[in-house]
């Protein structure tokens, strides 16, 4: 059974810093990109960030550039999301998510509760 078990989400005042991590199991991951996306209230899902196999190549949303970083860990199934310069209007549902090479999202977290205060 395929997991994607988010953690490290909560309450952080504008500027401040989190670490969400996701560790993936029951397959093998190295064709997937492992990557998150976030839902604000009655917004739609958005990509935020994506790292592909082997980590060197990572994508972002515009919004995140250059604030927050991904990063995974390959031996231990796992990826992070380290969000540092946060904003209110970074406050979200996070979700992880593992897209196969088709370039579908076949895999989702439970999601984890960002909330950013000004």
């Known amino acids: 059974q395929v997991q994607l078990v988010e953690s490290g989400g909560g309450l952080v005042q504008a500027g401040g810093s989190l670490r969400l991590s996701c560790a993936a199991s029951g397959r093998t991951f190295s064709p997937y990109t492992l990557g998150w996306f976030r839902q604000a209230p009655g917004k739609e899902r958005v990509f935020v960030a994506g790292?592909?196999?082997?980590?060197?190549?990572?994508t972002y949303a515009d919004s995140v550039k250059g604030r927050f970083t991904i990063s995974r860990d390959n031996a231990k199934n796992t990826v992070y999301l380290q969000m540092n310069s946060l904003k209110p209007e970074d406050t979200a549902v996070y979700y992880c998510?593992?897209?196969?090479?088709?370039?579908?999202?076949?895999?989702w977290g439970q999601g984890t509760q960002v909330t950013v205060s000004s």
């Open positions: 998510a593992a897209t196969g090479v088709t370039g579908r999202t076949e895999y």
């Open positions: 790292a592909r196999w082997s980590g060197a190549t990572t």
